[in-house]
């Protein structure tokens, strides 16, 4: 079984930074894309950033320049650099990635981290 799992969620003030990170593990052949999904109270899931296998990036608008998403495909972890955070990033963060398993090549979800921008 294969579980993503973040963290690196938390309170921080506006203009502040955060780092998420996520770890894949379980019974993993490949992971191709990576990526950072984010949902606030009665809004949709939308995508934050997204990396490839060959570190192909692309990014949110409303993250551009503020945001940067990496991985380490060694350890199966992606990251999200969040730095000048605004009130507007407040989400539940979500991990993703398209992994290659025993079972089945499909998506993979982590279970959420929270980050709250707010004075």
């Known amino acids: 079984q294969v579980q993503l799992v973040e963290s690196g969620g938390g309170l921080v003030q506006p203009g502040g930074s955060l780092r998420l990170s996520c770890a894949a593990s379980?019974?993993?052949?490949?992971?191709?894309?990576m990526g950072w999904y984010r949902q606030a109270p009665g809004k949709q899931r939308d995508l934050v950033a997204r990396?490839?296998?060959?570190?192909?990036?692309n990014y949110a608008d409303s993250v551009k320049g503020r945001f940067t998403i990496s991985r380490d495909n060694a350890k199966n972890m992606v990251y999200l650099q969040m730095n000048s955070l605004k009130p507007e990033d407040t989400a539940v963060y979500y991990c993703?990635?398209?992994?290659?398993?025993?079972?089945?090549?499909?998506?993979?979800w982590g279970q959420g981290t929270q980050v709250t921008v707010s004075s």
């Open positions: 990396i490839t296998s060959g570190d192909s990036t």
């Open positions: 379980g019974s993993i052949f490949n992971i191709y894309a």
């Open positions: 993703y990635a398209y992994i290659n398993t025993a079972r089945r090549i499909g998506d993979y």
